[in-house]
Each structure stands twice: as structure tokens, then as C-alpha cells.
């Protein structure tokens, strides 16, 4: 399995940030590799946002579409992503927001293996780096939309 998590402060107030956490139909547009992003059975209530979602990832043919339940508890400020179906053996992906002087400091953790073992010890050499290219694009992305 691989596993990481980082913590950063994001010049933006948490709900526009857990907004575009939440927005996986929009990633194509800043996440590096991702195709497509699509959400279905949404369902909202006082505290609990849920979701089914898939985002479409790699680069023009060679690409695998990964299916995740996703959960923002509101109360507590926390997204959670679960795998539903795709190349994922098992992900556990959670997304922890809080607001300090409008600012909004993300905690993220991921842990995930994939199905498929060759593919996966490639994932293990390069995640650290993937990783930190996402979270710089969710950084820019935020600094673009609501600086």
C-alpha cells in the first residue's frame, strides 16, 4: 500500500475550499491527469454531504476510471473517499479543513493499493511527486478563483 498526507495553509476561506474539493466535475480543468470527473446520487442534508463520484485519470488512451464514495461531514469539517470500483484494491482518502485569519489550513491523508502489483510498485516510486503536483494545482486553483 502507499500512504501520505501533507499539511498546508491555503490563502482562501474553508467553504470555498471544501466547495472545490467537492466540485470533482471541475478537476479536468486544473488536476494534473485527470480526463473527466462525474458525480452522481448526490444527497444532502444538515450535516452530511454524499456522493458517488468517478474521475477519469491518465493521458489520452491509457487511462482507468476510478469510482469513490465521498462523504463531507460538515460539522467536523471533513471530507472522506472511499473506493467503490475500478483499479483501486482499497482507498481511504480524507480531506480535514480549518479556518485560521481567512485562510484555511488542509490536512489531507491518503492510503491506497492497487489491484494491479506491477502497476502498483510503479505508483509507489512516483506518488510522492504526483502528490505534490495535485496539491499544488488545488493551491493555484484556489489562489486563481478566490484571491
Not at 444532502?44 to 491509457?62: A, R
Not at 469510482?67 to 471530507?79: A, P, R
Not at 490536512?107 to 505508483?123: A, T, V
Amino acid at each position: 500500500m502507499s500512504s501520505a498526507s501533507l499539511k498546508k495553509i491555503i490563502p482562501c476561506k474553508k467553504n470555498q475550499l471544501v466547495e472545490m474539493v467537492l466540485d470533482i466535475e471541475k478537476y479536468p480543468e486544473f488536476v494534473p491527469w485527470c480526463i473527466e470527473g462525474k458525480i452522481f446520487d448526490k444527497n444532502e442534508s444538515s450535516d452530511l454531504i454524499t456522493f458517488n463520484g468517478d474521475l477519469k485519470v491518465g493521458k489520452s488512451i491509457l487511462n482507468e476510471t476510478f469510482s469513490s464514495h465521498v462523504s463531507y461531514h460538515k460539522e467536523s469539517d471533513k471530507i472522506i473517499v472511499t473506493n467503490l470500483d475500478g483499479p483501486l484494491k482499497h482507498l481511504k482518502n480524507e480531506w480535514h479543513f480549518k479556518e485560521i485569519n481567512n485562510n484555511t489550513q488542509l490536512e489531507f491523508f491518503i492510503d491506497f493499493e492497487l489491484k494491479n502489483p506491477i502497476l502498483n510498485g510503479i505508483m509507489k516510486k512516483s506518488f510522492e511527486l504526483g502528490l505534490s503536483k495535485i496539491a499544488k494545482a488545488f493551491e493555484e486553483r484556489a489562489v486563481r478563483l478566490y484571491k
